[in-house]
């Protein structure tokens, strides 16, 4: 059974960092690509980043230079540093594991809500 677990989810005032991971069991999390999604109230879910089985992060242009994702394959773990946070950042932030072989599926964790707000 496939399981994605986020955490570090909260309320941060504009200007802060949060640190979200997720933890993952059930799947091949070498061979996985790890990313990060996020939700606004009233708006489509949305890519921020994602992390490659190699090590290549990519990022949103909305989130370049800010936002950090990296991988701990011995922990079956990814993160997500957040700096420099803005209200429009706002959003429940759901981890995602993208993996291929032979047909490619997707794998959704439950979200973890993050609020910026003064």
């Known amino acids: 059974q496939v399981q994605l677990v986020e955490s570090g989810g909260g309320l941060v005032q504009p200007g802060g960092s949060l640190r979200l991971s997720c933890a993952a069991s059930?799947?091949?999390?070498?061979?996985?690509?790890m990313g990060w999604y996020r939700q606004a109230p009233g708006k489509q879910r949305e890519w921020v980043a994602d992390?490659?089985?190699?090590?290549?992060?990519n990022y949103a242009d909305s989130v370049k230079g800010r936002f950090t994702i990296s991988r701990d394959n011995a922990k079956n773990t990814v993160y997500l540093e957040m700096n420099s946070l803005k209200p429009e950042d706002t959003g429940v932030y759901y981890c995602?594991?993208?993996?291929?072989?032979?047909?490619?599926?997707?794998?959704w964790g439950q979200g973890t809500q993050v609020t910026v707000s003064s």
């Open positions: 059930g799947i091949r999390f070498s061979i996985s690509v």
């Open positions: 992390i490659t089985s190699g090590g290549t992060p």
């Open positions: 995602n594991a993208a993996i291929t072989v032979l047909v490619r599926r997707e794998y």
